[in-house]
């Protein structure tokens, strides 16, 4: 069998011009193409040519490489620099530039707005070309790891022990300090190095424990961080939040927040959704993480179908015959009726809640009903917990277990968890890499700009036809 061998001195002609480094049909020049469209003015990006000083790498250029390299799973700096040296797609979309990881970092870090932005306008291109419709929105969350060692957080106590540790560390570095100070070693330059070392951390750990409000505990490497618990277990971590559209699984908006579930942020996710594209959805669906009554109140009230599991649903309690589904309520007298047709009265109001306690009319007599033991052991008989928005508690049960709800929350799984597990298993981006709530906000929203432009690829036809509208788009914005 005859092989083929390379031969390192083969001479060859390397084209002279870098727009002939890749072909036509390559991706990166839909990327290209993409940041070309966006409004420089609405993403707020101060280009100004006539700028005195030392001169500056091109803020588009600079944005061109960030998304590119996100879309392929390329988040360390380092990496990028080294794919501008040797990656022709890379050369080609830089235009030969080479920022080294420094600069790199640096414009991510600075222009964190900026990336927020991309996404929101990255939305508003699919809607205007009829990839969003907008009707129904999907929100989901999931738990990204933060650039913080678990082990670094502590309670406010564990912060005082450790501060007085390193105070008596500091006391000890000076004593030793003025021992050796006349012996003019290299032990005294040690020392004072090893001195500013603890100092710093000494200023560090009194700036954590200003930071302490409702916060049971703090991580020392990223304050806005929180211990979640996860598939791999407990981490230092953030609660990532996405809002998908149902015609083709395109992101709307993203968010990122501290909170350890999702309860209380159906609401916000919706409305920061809608304001994005500029329409209202007609229906919502989430799953049993956002049962929050009170937060999903407001949406059923403005008149959105709400397709969201409430924590009876959730936990089947319709398969205990003595549930609360198995008590009539009779709203004309504000009464319970038990299943024995006995009554019960309003009690009282949970003070700080917004709970009502229904209680029976006769205790002896529910200690006589042939179901005691069963549907209760109290001795003052049976209670029954009544939600001051219990009214929209039924109405979703109903919406949820209509053939309507099944078949649109059937879909919730396809449409919002599809993005997270490419983000998370094809790009390799299950943890961030900044820092800070404004941090990771903005690198995640860039992770989610980077989906949608591979969506995008695929729904528009490929490179080629991506290409043209992006430029008639362009054309409009102009």
């Known amino acids: 069998m005859a092989y083929r061998y390379g031969n390192r001195q083969q001479f060859t002609l390397f084209p002279d011009c870098i727009e002939d480094y890749i072909s036509a049909e390559d991706p990166v020049h839909a990327y290209d193409a993409f940041i070309d469209a966006l409004d420089i003015d609405f993403l707020g990006l101060d280009i100004d040519d006539q700028a005195v000083g030392n001169t500056a790498y091109d803020p588009l250029t600079m944005l061109k490489i960030l998304i590119y390299s996100y879309s392929y799973g390329w988040r360390s700096s380092r990496k990028i620099e080294r794919a501008l040296y040797h990656n022709l797609s890379f050369i080609w979309l830089a235009g030969g530039l080479k920022p080294d990881h420094k600069t790199l970092s640096r414009f991510r870090k600075d222009h964190l707005d900026v990336l927020k932005k991309v996404l929101k306008q990255c939305a508003r291109i699919c809607y205007n070309l009829g990839l969003i419709e907008g009707n129904t929105l999907f929100v989901d969350g999931s738990k990204f790891r933060a650039n913080a060692s678990a082990k670094q957080t502590h309670s406010k106590q564990g912060w005082h022990k450790i501060a007085d540790r390193v105070g008596q560390r500091i006391h000890q570095l000076l004593n030793e300090c003025e021992c050796t100070d006349n012996l003019e070693t290299e032990d005294l330059v040690k020392m004072d190095k090893a001195l500013q070392g603890q100092s710093r951390l000494k200023a560090k750990i009194a700036h954590l424990l200003e ?10 490497t990223d304050s806005d961080s929180r211990i979640m618990h996860g598939r791999q277990g407990c981490h230092s971590s953030y609660n990532s939040q996405i809002v998908v559209d149902d015609q083709h699984g395109l992101i709307v908006s993203s968010d990122v927040t501290s909170d350890q579930n999702d309860l209380n942020q159906m609401n916000r996710q919706i409305i920061q959704a809608e304001e994005t594209i500029g329409q209202r959805c007609e229906t919502a669906c989430g799953d049993g993480g956002y049962s929050s009554v009170d937060d ?12 969201v599991p409430t924590a009876g649903q959730v936990i089947k309690q319709r398969d205990n015959p003595f549930g609360k589904h198995a008590f009539r309520y009779d709203d004309k007298n504000d009464r319970y009726i038990c299943p024995a047709g006995r009554e019960m009265y309003r009690s009282y109001n949970k003070k700080g809640t917004n709970k009502i306690v229904y209680r029976m009319l006769d205790a002896a007599a529910c200690r006589l009903c042939q179901h005691y033991g069963v549907c209760t052991k109290a001795k003052r008989g049976r ?12 109405q979703l049960d109903e919406i949820y277990s209509s053939v309507k709800g099944q078949t649109i929350y059937a879909k919730r799984k396809l449409k919002a968890e599809l993005p997270f597990g490419h983000l998370k298993r094809n790009l390799g981006a299950g943890h961030f890499l900044l820092r800070g709530i404004e941090g990771v906000k903005g690198e995640f929203a860039l992770l989610c700009c980077s989906f949608n432009i591979n969506r995008m690829l695929t729904l528009l036809g490929g490179v080629s036809p991506m290409c043209k509208i992006l430029k008639t788009v362009g054309q409009i914005k102009g």
């Open 296 to 307: 999903l109140k407001k949406l059923v009230d403005e008149g959105r179908t709400v397709v």
């Open 211 to 220: 930071e302490f409000n409702d916060a049971d505990k703090i991580n020392g």
């Open 383 to 394: 209670t029954i917990i009544r939600l001051i928005n219990e009214n929209t508690i039924n």
